[in-house]
């Protein structure tokens, strides 16, 4: 089946020691996303890439970071963790800007 | 900014009830899905609609889109445990506006 994959589905890092978060897509999408979401709220947008053109989000802090080395594959970089960056961070394709939006499970990051 | 306001915030219910939740904007949605989310995992798309007035059926889940593409409800008939999860409303502009919307989501409990 056609789908988006992450990994790892759980991290655990120390303050301040950096991170990547990786994802896949199977469905031959144009366009990945990442989302950040703290429990109980909606996803936040970071930032997306549209084939190679990487688009950050105005409020999307430095310490985040992201890399698209192919069509499939999608990486999320926390340069310096901190405690409030524990969050689930998800990863999303859809086929063009304003298509629906296909989720993967996620990946929890625990912070100590 | 767009906002799409969700309601309820919280619901619980007892098994075999039916319920209604809202997404309500003053703007223009060009299209809108909703996502059911369970702990620890990300989003999964239950319908996407485009059509002002479109009524969707996914069993015994009912999904609507207002004449004017403003507003959305969701209406499940005989709750049953298995939908427990959070219910999440999210529209999109097209065009150059990429970004999705959220609802706050509802948390949706179904006891047996």
Known sequence: DAMVIQNPRYQ???????????????????????????????????????????NNE????????????????????IRSPGLGDAAMYLCATSRDLWDTQYFGPGTRLTVL | TQLLEQSPQFLSIQEGENLTVYCNSSSVFSSLQWYRQEPGEGPVLLVTVVTGGEVKKLKRLTFQFGDARKDSSLHITAAQPGDTGLYLCAGGSGGSNYKLTFGKGTLLTVNP
């Open chain 1, 12 to 54: 655990v890092t120390q303050f301040g020691k950096p991170v990547t978060l990786s994802c896949s897509q199977t469905l031959n999408h144009n366009v990945m996303y990442w989302y950040q979401q703290k429990s109980s709220q909606a996803p936040k947008l970071l930032f997306h890439y549209y084939d190679k053109d990487f």
């Open chain 1, 58 to 77: 105005a409020d999307t802090p430095d310490n985040f970071q992201s890399r698209r080395p192919n069509t499939s594959f999608c990486l999320l970089d």
